[in-house]
């Protein structure tokens, strides 16, 4: 039954399911991407993907495609299992391989952490796929070409950019055509691949009704896509920008980590380095940024100004409902506080202004906005922000450049917080070094060191 012939009472209850449903997916040879999902035999869920297809195909890229399209269903379908987070899974097929497996028992407990403690549960739901199916992998010729997805902001600027200091032409991916990715984008000359995602209409109605709704892990969602692009486009790596802070939990709860990037942080890039590897062997996923801490990309990313007029991390521009998307930096929310509390030791005040329109820094009545992000009386914000120990790091550097030691929040910081805290809190020096805990692949890490070094 497709979402849009189904009916459905007026109050949506979580706790009248007993099951949540794999009911199928397909692949298209025009790239389109159909997979479906329910609810016991109630609510009918169908969520649409496109994916760029060259104009010709070896038999065995479809069917890596197709495999990893397999993938992609069950991954992508923790949106849809959130609506009631029932405690029971129906594949409706053998079920995954082993690494698959692991990666989705993880993925919709720790993945769902933010998502369980916002909506009030006794815990992360706690579910298990059963591996009992075979692991059947397609080998496909090696190949360095490399797929980049790009968010348009400063990570994954730092990150095509090294790639072509490494001396590699990346093709860049998207997920849609925002504006700070179109442009960025632009800017870079690179080709982009842009895939497009389509979540089942009748999604928001049910959200609106009583579901249960909330942050999901979606950056797995968007590397699986990035995966079946890959191997339809003849590309044999992914690299992902994802940073080592987001490995760092918001707070532990309830005998598990809250971790708003869960699915951006090493543990889970492991996992699906796993289950690709059982897929498809050889296709080589992994973050080019990963040693290093949100400080030291914005250090990297300061020398770029080529970049500082286009780019956008602020997420109202990425708003699904048009009518609530902003056009640039909200100035309000933690996202924009972090990314401008992260450049500013790098850049000069009127430049970062220039940025923002604003300087967030002398704004005193949002030092509280950026007292959090340092942990001071709150825990780390629900967004893709750094390490706490960055933040305060952050605010050393500032407090010794005279420029900014004058700007109202800087000022105040210093005297109230960095006065009581110890000189190995926040060292910027600690900080800013690269961790050797990361997949980067030999051959590329002297462009990693050279982009993200001193």
């Given at each position: 039954?497709?979402?849009?012939?189904?009916?459905?009472?007026?109050?949506?209850?979580?706790?009248?399911?007993s099951a949540f449903r794999f009911v199928s997916c397909e692949l298209g040879l025009d790239g389109e991407i159909v997979l479906r999902y329910a609810l016991d035999d109630a609510v009918y869920f169908e969520?649409?993907?496109?994916?760029?297809?060259?104009?010709?195909?070896?038999?065995?890229?479809?069917?890596?495609?197709?495999?990893?399209?397999?993938?992609?269903?069950?991954?992508?379908g923790v949106s849809y299992f959130k609506t009631a987070a029932p405690r029971n899974l129906s594949l409706g097929v053998p079920?995954?391989?082993?690494?698959?497996?692991?990666?989705?028992?993880?993925?919709?407990?720790?993945?769902?952490?933010?998502?369980?403690?916002?909506?009030?549960?006794?815990?992360?739901?706690?579910v298990a796929f059963p591996a009992d199916g075979p692991a059947a992998p397609v080998v496909l010729p090696p190949s360095t070409a490399a797929l980049v997805p790009v968010g348009g902001g400063k990570d994954s600027v730092v990150a095509f950019e090294a790639m072509r200091a490494h001396g590699t032409q990346p093709t860049l991916f998207s997920v849609g055509d925002p504006a700070p990715i179109r442009e960025t984008a632009r800017v870079s000359g690179f080709a982009r691949l842009v895939a497009t995602r389509r979540v089942s209409p009748n999604l928001p109605g049910l959200n609106d009704s009583g579901a249960l709704n909330g942050h999901v892990p979606v950056t797995a969602i968007v590397s699986c896509i990035a995966a079946v692009t890959a191997v339809l486009n003849g590309c044999g790596r992914i690299v992902m920008a994802?940073?080592?802070?987001?490995?760092?939990?918001?707070?532990a709860w309830r005998g598990a980590q809250v971790n708003h990037?869960?699915?951006?942080?090493?543990?889970?890039?492991?996992?699906?380095?796993?289950?690709?590897?059982?897929?498809?062997?050889?296709?080589?996923?992994?973050?080019?940024?990963?040693?290093?801490?949100?400080?030291?990309?914005?250090?990297?990313?300061?020398?770029?100004?080529a970049y500082h007029g286009e780019f956008t991390s602020c997420n109202s521009v990425f708003r699904i409902d048009e009518e609530r998307r902003g056009a640039g930096w909200c100035g309000?929310?933690?996202?924009?506080?972090?990314?401008?509390?992260?450049?500013?030791?790098?850049m000069g005040r009127d430049a970062l202004r220039a940025v923002f329109?604003?300087?967030?820094?002398?704004?005193?009545?949002?030092?509280?906005?950026?007292?959090a992000l340092a942990g001071v009386e709150a825990h780390k914000p629900f967004e893709c922000v750094g390490e706490t120990e960055e933040a305060v790091a952050a605010f050393r550097m500032l407090a010794a450049q005279p420029e900014w030691s004058r700007a109202a929040i800087?000022?105040?910081?210093?005297?109230?917080?960095?006065?009581?805290?110890?000189?190995?809190?926040?060292?910027?020096?600690?900080?800013?070094?690269?961790?050797?805990?990361?997949?980067?692949?030999?051959?590329?890490?002297?462009?990693?060191?050279?982009?993200?070094?001193?």
């Amino acid at each position: 039954m497709a979402p849009e012939a189904q009916t459905q009472a007026e109050r949506f209850d979580p706790a009248s399911f007993s099951a949540f449903r794999f009911v199928s997916c397909e692949l298209g040879l025009d790239g389109e991407i159909v997979l479906r999902y329910a609810l016991d035999d109630a609510v009918y869920f169908e969520e649409r993907v496109t994916v760029p297809v060259p104009d010709e195909v070896a038999p065995e890229r479809w069917e890596a495609a197709r495999s990893l399209t397999g993938l992609l269903h069950l991954v992508a379908g923790v949106s849809y299992f959130k609506t009631a987070a029932p405690r029971n899974l129906s594949l409706g097929v053998p079920g995954p391989s082993p690494a698959v497996a692991r990666l989705l028992d993880q993925l919709y407990s720790l993945g769902l952490g933010e998502f369980a403690y916002i909506n009030g549960l006794e815990g992360v739901p706690e579910v298990a796929f059963p591996a009992d199916g075979p692991a059947a992998p397609v080998v496909l010729p090696p190949s360095t070409a490399a797929l980049v997805p790009v968010g348009g902001g400063k990570d994954s600027v730092v990150a095509f950019e090294a790639m072509r200091a490494h001396g590699t032409q990346p093709t860049l991916f998207s997920v849609g055509d925002p504006a700070p990715i179109r442009e960025t984008a632009r800017v870079s000359g690179f080709a982009r691949l842009v895939a497009t995602r389509r979540v089942s209409p009748n999604l928001p109605g049910l959200n609106d009704s009583g579901a249960l709704n909330g942050h999901v892990p979606v950056t797995a969602i968007v590397s699986c896509i990035a995966a079946v692009t890959a191997v339809l486009n003849g590309c044999g790596r992914i690299v992902m920008a994802n940073e080592r802070s987001a490995s760092e939990g918001n707070f532990a709860w309830r005998g598990a980590q809250v971790n708003h990037q869960w699915s951006k942080g090493l543990e889970a890039e492991r996992l699906l380095q796993e289950a690709l590897a059982e897929l498809v062997p050889g296709l080589e996923y992994f973050s080019l940024l990963r040693g290093a801490s949100e400080l030291a990309i914005a250090r990297s990313f300061a020398r770029l100004p080529a970049y500082h007029g286009e780019f956008t991390s602020c997420n109202s521009v990425f708003r699904i409902d048009e009518e609530r998307r902003g056009a640039g930096w909200c100035g309000r929310c933690p996202k924009c506080r972090f990314v401008y509390l992260a450049l500013a030791p790098f850049m000069g005040r009127d430049a970062l202004r220039a940025v923002f329109g604003r300087d967030l820094l002398d704004e005193a009545e949002h030092y509280d906005g950026f007292a959090a992000l340092a942990g001071v009386e709150a825990h780390k914000p629900f967004e893709c922000v750094g390490e706490t120990e960055e933040a305060v790091a952050a605010f050393r550097m500032l407090a010794a450049q005279p420029e900014w030691s004058r700007a109202a929040i800087v000022a105040r910081f210093a005297s109230e917080v960095l006065a009581s805290l110890g000189p190995g809190v926040g060292d910027p020096a600690r900080v800013l070094e690269l961790s050797g805990e990361h997949a980067v692949p030999q051959d590329l890490l002297p462009a990693v060191h050279a982009a993200l070094g001193a």
